[in-house]
């Protein structure tokens, strides 16, 4: 079964603090893909990230980075040096072969709050 | 004009009434969804589709049903509303498996 669990439902910092969001998610498949968006105050939904299970490397932009271990089937997100701008809700999602792999699932949200 | 686009942006009807919820998208993408966003559960898949005679319930489908009108229309109905179907509801389009999902602004419905 598909499942994806973000168990931190509310984290607040300080700006320039660092924070990571956590995602753990569940597949039956060795190929699928993970996903992150933002969703600002203003309530859309922002793409962020992309990756595939075969592709186990870090990636870094700007302030954001990414960590994916299949050991832990995690698929974690660091904001470095946090800004009052980061404040939003993100989601994690997973999407993998069962019915032609039509399904795209969502975790239940982080909300991070940034105070100055 | 947006990639996805749902109409209306912001509803309110009674208890029991018949609502229609489109969407349409100019991203010539095959697959469709539908997702109902609550705080604390995130967004919950409803419907999906993959073309106009491909439809699959989601996780929640209960009380709802959706249409495939064509390529680029995909409309979500609440046939008779009750008050714990208010929420966020966002459509969604994206090109396959492997690919990102381009959501719709939402529609904020409220059931009284």
């Known amino acids: 079964a598909q499942k994806v669990t973000q168990a931190q439902t509310e984290i607040s910092v300080v700006e320039k603090e660092d924070v990571t969001l956590d995602c753990v998610y569940e597949?039956?498949?060795?190929?699928?893909?993970l996903f992150w968006y933002k969703q600002p105050p203003s309530g859309e939904l922002v793409f962020l990230i992309r990756r595939n299970s075969f592709d186990e490397q870090n990636e870094i932009s700007g302030r954001y980075s990414w960590n994916f271990q299949k050991s832990t089937s995690s698929f974690n997100f660091t904001i470095t040096a946090s800004q009052v701008v980061d404040s939003a809700v993100y989601f994690c999602?997973?999407?993998?072969?069962?019915?032609?792999?039509?399904?795209?699932?969502f975790g239940q949200g982080t909300e991070l709050s940034v105070k100055p | 004009d947006a990639d996805v686009t749902q109409t209306p942006r912001n509803r309110i009807t009674k208890t029991g009434k018949r609502i229609m919820l489109e969407c349409s998208q100019t991203?010539?993408?095959?697959?469709m969804y539908w997702y109902r966003q609550d705080p604390g559960l995130g967004l919950q898949l409803i419907y999906y589709s993959f073309d106009v005679k491909d439809i699959n319930k989601g996780e929640i489908s209960d009380g709802y049903s959706v249409s495939r009108q064509a390529q680029a229309k995909f409309s979500l109905s609440l046939e008779s509303a009750i008050p714990n179907q208010t929420a966020l509801y966002f459509c969604?389009?994206?090109?396959?498996?492997?690919?990102?999902?381009?959501f719709g602004q939402g529609t904020r419905l409220t059931v009284v």
């Open positions: 999602a997973l999407s993998d072969s069962y019915n032609q792999g039509g399904k795209l699932i």
């Open positions: 597949t039956r498949d060795t190929t699928y893909y």
């Open positions: 969604a389009t994206r090109e396959g498996q492997n690919t990102e999902a381009f």
């Open positions: 991203k010539g993408h095959d697959r």
